[in-house]
């Protein structure tokens, strides 16, 4: 090995140390996925936040209810997703696999549960909509079951992907556990 200051050892020239700079796969894998999920979470904040406005003003009559619709059922249970998320993000300091768990599940139970009804609670007046061209509820002049649709589709692809990699980091984590305890 080279040393800064003194001589090289017999038979290197210093360039044998590469091997030793590599990060191992899981670890690198685990910061990736890390940073993915808070993306994905990030955008699902977005998404509650806007949910949340469209609530507030629909039941404090901030504008009228030509200009945002009262919201439907499936939206009250969905703001419970947040707990997932937060979940989700207290897991990462420590690798906490059973709060990683518990916001896999909670976000099936909290997220993916109430926009599959939501999808199902909507479907009869998006049919009327496509089929004869009535919509009675609205969101600044645009269909409100186009528009919240439009956010059920957006979300679950959200939630579907943190559910993969969250899944995919649970792995690696539990690839660095057996690991460790080998050693």
Known sequence: MASRGGPRATGTDGSDFQHRERVASHYQM??????????????????????????????????????????????????????????????????????????????????MAPLIYGAMEMFPMAQQLYRHGKAYRFIFGFSAVSIMYLVVVVAAQVHGWQLYYSKKLLDSWFTSTQEKKKK
């Open 30 to 111: 685990s910061v990736t996925l890390k940073s993915e999920i808070k993306k994905l979470i990030y955008t699902h904040v977005g998404i509650w936040l806007l949910l949340m406005a469209q609530m507030c003003v629909g039941h404090f009559k901030l504008l009228p209810h030509d200009q945002v619709a009262m919201p439907y059922q499936w939206e009250y249970p969905y703001l419970l997703s947040i707990l997932p998320s937060l979940l989700g993000l207290l897991s990462f300091p420590r690798n906490n696999i059973s709060y990683l768990v518990l916001s896999m599940i909670s976000t099936g139970l909290f997220s």
